[in-house]
């Protein structure tokens, strides 16, 4: 995954701002970009098994799901980019 994706953008949102949870309409404003296109990239890493999700009326609420990929992967990947 390259670092301009906006695939990558999102997990490194998550990555920064894991403590929290977020609406897809706030993670979108945040990272500029397209408010559907970035629901649909939420709702694929939440039927993955790397985001939780909650729908809370209108709004489709995300937070992070501690899982194998993100304490094995997905940390490590994120740490090392910061060293870099």
Known sequence: MLPWTKQYKILKYFYI???NKYSGRQI??????NHKTCLKILNEYADNGLLKREIIGNAHVFGIHICYYWKNILFDMFKKENLA
Do not use: E, G, M, W
């Open 17 to 19: 701002y894991q403590n």
């Open 28 to 33: 979108s404003k945040y990272l500029n970009i």
